[in-house]
């Protein structure tokens, strides 16, 4: 009827009215809307410069629901198992349990998010809670605000990148530790209990940065490094930055670009590691933690014999 919503008859109106070449203006007075809802209604609905009238019915349907959703339905029984389910788990990780109901309940949401009042009214508990929680969701930079459309309250959201940020963050720590657990096993020596474990360390966290950053072959600095590592074993000498540079046919930059890639991730060019030689060289030798010395003692013993 005039003034409700448009029916799928409606849209095969439109089509075929659109079809005869009608205007906008024209089609609004048949059917006794206003030009701009048919408009609105063409363009939202449209591809390839195409009206279809059953895909806008399917998706008026579905943006119905979605208001419905978010205006205030209580989920159903089978939603509200899984956010509690889920809420337990975070809070088992050591997330407080408020804010781990919190962020499930945002984590399950619309794309639009959740105001205070919704998450108030979802988990029935007070605004101070809730205000609680959002504080500490936003201090991990787990949830972003933004402007309600539809009013002056702000919605809250998971945005869909958040666990890239997260992931980042957590990454550049890791790589921190690995770096200056390695420094303390050279400053202690591999040999001693303090120096192995300060290695163990190092190398658990070196490879979990790596992993967790899953860019070690996708940066051009990373294949380098790897470059770099093959071309002073099948050298078998110390090379200058230079010589490596000229060997491998790059710029200076580049090589030198490599090298202090793999100074500041070291895992870059296990098991080997990188220390600097006479002249302005760069040695390539086996990293001592990764053999024992009794592992090391028989290897010796091994070549010696048979040489």
């Known amino acids: 009827m005039p003034g409700g919503r448009l029916t799928l008859e409606d849209r095969r109106r439109i089509a075929g009215w659109l079809a005869d070449g009608l205007g906008y203006a024209e089609i609004g007075r048949r059917l006794g809307r206003p030009t701009s809802t048919v408009s609105r209604e063409v363009a939202r609905n449209s591809a390839s410069g195409e009206y279809r009238p059953a895909h806008a019915q399917e998706a008026a349907g579905h ?8 205006s205030g339905g209580e989920p159903p029984e089978v939603v509200r198992g899984f956010v509690a ?24 949401a619309e794309g639009g998010g959740l105001t205070s009042a919704d998450l108030v009214r979802l988990l029935r508990v007070s605004p101070a809670s809730v205000s609680k ?13 933004r402007p309600d459309p539809g009013g002056r309250r702000e919605r809250y959201r998971i945005d869909d990148d958040v666990w890239l940020r997260a992931w980042q963050a957590d990454t550049g720590a890791h790589g921190r530790l690995a770096v200056a657990a390695q420094q303390g096993s050279e400053l202690f020596g591999p040999d001693t209990a303090a120096g192995a474990r300060l290695a163990r360390m190092g190398r658990f966290f070196g490879g979990l940065s790596e992993q967790m950053s899953g860019s070690t072959v996708a940066e051009a600095a990373g294949y380098d490094a790897l470059t770099v590592v093959a071309a002073l074993g099948h050298a078998g000498r ?6 490596l540079a000229a060997a491998l046919g790059w710029p200076g930059e580049r090589a030198r670009a490599a090298l202090e890639a793999i100074r500041q991730r070291p895992a870059l060019a296990d098991p080997f590691a990188l220390r600097d030689g006479e002249s302005g060289t760069v040695v390539l030798t086996p990293r001592p933690d990764r053999l024992s010395p009794v592992q090391r003692a028989a290897l010796e013993k091994r070549s010696a014999g048979l040489a």
Do not use: Q
């Not at 943006?63 to 978010?70: P, S």
């Not at 929680?133 to 605000?145: F, K, T, W």
């Open 63 to 70: 943006r119905a629901r979605r208001r419905r959703r978010a």
């Open 85 to 108: 389910e889920f809420a337990a788990l975070l809070a088992a990780t050591g997330l407080p349990r408020m804010t781990a109901r919190v962020f499930t309940c945002l984590l399950t």
């Open 133 to 145: 929680s959002i504080g500490a969701l936003e201090a991990m930079d787990l949830v972003a605000r």
């Open 238 to 243: 110390p090379l200058t930055p230079d010589e």
